[in-house]
Structures are given as C-alpha cells and as structure tokens.
C-alpha cells in the first residue's frame, strides 16, 4: 500500500521508467538502431571517455557482445575507438559529433516538454528536483547491479556474488597482483640458500565456507578492487592488477559447500588464512610465496593436495583429528612439529607421514617447495 505522504508514489515512478524505456525503443526505430545499440550509444553519449570495459558493465553485456555492439556503430559512423593515451591497453568510445547532433535532433523536443514541465515549479522544488533526478541515476545503477549479480554474478559496491546455478565443481583462480622485492640469502644454514620476499604493500586472503544455499561465492574487497568475474561452470577468477600501488589490500571469499573446489592462488601474500572445514577441496596450489600462512582443512575429499611453491616463512595446517596425511618439504626448514614429532634445522627433502596414509583412500598429499622457516601440521 503507497504512503500517501510519500510524495513520491511508487506506481508513478514504476509508471514513469516503464515509459521512458518505449520512449528509449522509439528513438532506436527512428535512428533505425537496435535497442541494445542505442542504450549503448546513449552510454556512451552521457559519459564522455568512457571505456568499452564500463560500457560492457554498464549495459551488462559480455565483452564479445560489446565488440559487435561497437563494430555496428563504427559502422554506422557513430562513434569511434581509440586507445586510452594514459593507458594503451584500454579502448575509449567516443561519439562522432557529426551523429550526435542527428541524435540530438530526436530527443530535443522530449527535452523541451521536460524544461517546460520543471517550470512550472518553484525555484526550490526544481533543485529539489534536479537532486533527485541526479541521485536517482546512481540508485538505478547500484539496483540493476543488484539484479545482475543474482542471475550471473558481478560486483556491486564492494561485494561481488555469484549463483551456483548448476555447477557441479567449482575453480577459485586468485592472483594477488602484489608488489613484491626478492632477495636470496644462506638464512637456514652454509647449505641451504633461502628467498627472502618482501611485500611493498600488505595484501591478505581470507577463504572460508559460505553459508548462503544456491551462492557459489561471495566476496568482499578493501582497498584496491580487482578484477573479479564468474564463468560458466563454477569458474571465479580474481585479479588484481600488476603495479605499484601502495595500499593494503584485504580480500575475504567465501565458497560454496555444495561443490568440490579446486583452488589456485598465485602472485604473493603477507597473509593467507581460512576456516575450510565444511568444504570439499580436491586441490590447493599457492604459487608466489607467502608471509603467513594458517589454514584450518577440511576432511580430505579422496586424494586432496596442497602445493605449495615459494618461500612461505611460517605455515599452519591444523587438520580433523584421525585424517590421513603425507607431506614432503624441500628446500630446508628450520622447525618442524607434524603431529607429536619435533625436528629442527632440516637440509635437503624431509618426508612426513602418518601411519596407514599410504594406503587410506582419503588423504591429504602436501607439497611445499623452495624452503620454510616454520611448518606446523597438527590436529584440531
């Protein structure tokens, strides 16, 4: 039921967008567009310099559909693509003024009767007016991401979310895009020759269990936001991009439980941590190095595998109590507790297993190349 102090009647408004939409499909028969083309040409017509990346999230297009969308209207000498000068691997959309001012010609008189109409209020109710037409713009934005994301998954403010739909596994690629300096050093003994990394600027994961019936992913970003997309399949790819930038950054994602996971995380970190209990996690492959490392693991779903590759200086694994594990370190590590054994200052390849896990058809298989400072693989 409408508040009929509500000064703004929601069936009006509804009544209002819907004919702004056939106003918007007329103008595309006039100018002999297709609507898609046309809500893109008026896109790109309200933001000078947009980009054919903010184009494609805008109107929700894939990025093969925004290059035929484009190709038409070069075709049709309606705009024009040019590389960004600041950045030569974006493309810039620009109208062609010659066009426009045809354009121009078809929505002037709905722009007069509006001008017209907006006169016949009082100076303050038309700023009030001019406020809200201006706010309402980004509300319309952040709702029809809302709705986007729900079907096939995007970014709205800095949560992104993906629906299961129906995915039978799903595939996390995370590369953290991180400023990193190596350096080499004889920290772990005259034999053992050790990476030194060291982050420019802090970047952390944080993987969990999602809790959410029918979500494949939801995440949640501070600082820097990557790029982040869902493919069809289960597939969640999160990149951020390689340069210097020196804020931290902190991304927290959690997956979904209903499907087997395979997870790579590359680029680096200060810290990666997680509770993955709950999930099924076939594999796991860090590639980059890692400051710190904690994860809690879930039962092992079959033969599941951790590898990691790059110097990590201190890792945690805690496990459920009984599971079965083999793991192998190469590369030197200067202290070691698996389970009730305690070694320390260990060259070369160490081998540790818990007893039958040869055998056990559900095991986890860990593998940690290129050294570590501290490794500690214990019950829960």
């Known amino acids: ?56 999230e805008l109107s929700g297009l894939t990025t093969g559909a925004i290059t035929g969308v484009l190709d038409r209207l070069e075709r049709a000498s309606l705009v024009r693509r040019e590389a960004d000068p600041g950045d030569r691997r974006r493309t810039l959309v620009r109208p062609l003024p010659d066009r426009i ?17 907006v006169a016949r209020y009082e100076p303050a109710a038309r700023a009030a007016i001019g406020d809200f037409v201006t706010h309402a713009a980004s509300v319309f934005e952040g709702q029809t991401a809302r709705l986007r994301a729900q079907v096939k998954g995007g970014l709205v403010g800095e949560m992104f979310s993906a629906p299961l739909g129906d995915a039978r596994e799903g595939r996390l690629v995370f590369a953290s895009g991180a400023p990193r ?23 952390s994961l944080r993987l969990t269990a999602g809790r959410e019936p029918g979500e494949l992913c939801r995440a949640t970003f501070a600082g820097p936001l990557p790029d982040i997309k869902a493919g069809r399949g ?5 990149r951020y991009r390689s340069r210097l930038d020196w804020r931290a950054r902190r991304a927290d994602v959690s997956l979904s439980p209903e499907v087997p996971w395979s997870i790579a995380i590359g680029g680096g970190l200060s810290g990666l941590s997680g509770d993955l209990r709950g999930l099924r996690v076939r594999s796991l492959d860090i590639k980059g190095g890692v400051d710190e490392l904690e994860l809690d693991l879930p039962a092992p779903d079959g033969t599941s595998r951790l590898h990691i590759d790059g110097t990590t200086a201190h890792i945690t694994l805690v496990h459920p109590r009984g599971t079965a594990i083999r793991a192998v370190v190469r590369g030197g590590i200067h202290e070691v507790r698996f389970d009730a054994q305690r070694m320390r200052d260990v060259h070369g390849e160490l081998r540790l297993e818990t007893p039958g896990a040869a055998g056990a058809p559900d095991r986890w298989e860990i593998e940690i190349e290129d050294g570590v400072r501290s490794l500690r693989i214990t019950p829960a």
């Open 101 to 117: 001012a045809e354009i121009d010609a078809v929505y002037q008189p709905l722009e007069a009767a509006i001008a017209t109409l």
């Open 181 to 203: 300096i190596a350096l080499r050093a004889a920290s772990l003994g005259p034999a053992a020759d050790a990476r030194m990394v060291a982050q420019l600027a802090r970047s």
């Open 1 to 56: 039921m409408n508040d009929p102090e509500d000064p703004v009647n929601p069936d009006a408004l509804s009544r209002l967008i819907e004919r702004g939409a056939l106003f918007q499909e007329a103008a595309a028969i006039r100018l002999r567009l297709n609507p898609t083309d046309m809500r893109c040409l008026a896109l790109a017509a309200a933001e000078p310099g947009i980009t054919a990346s903010r184009l494609a």
């Open 234 to 238: 289960g597939g969640v790819a999160v």
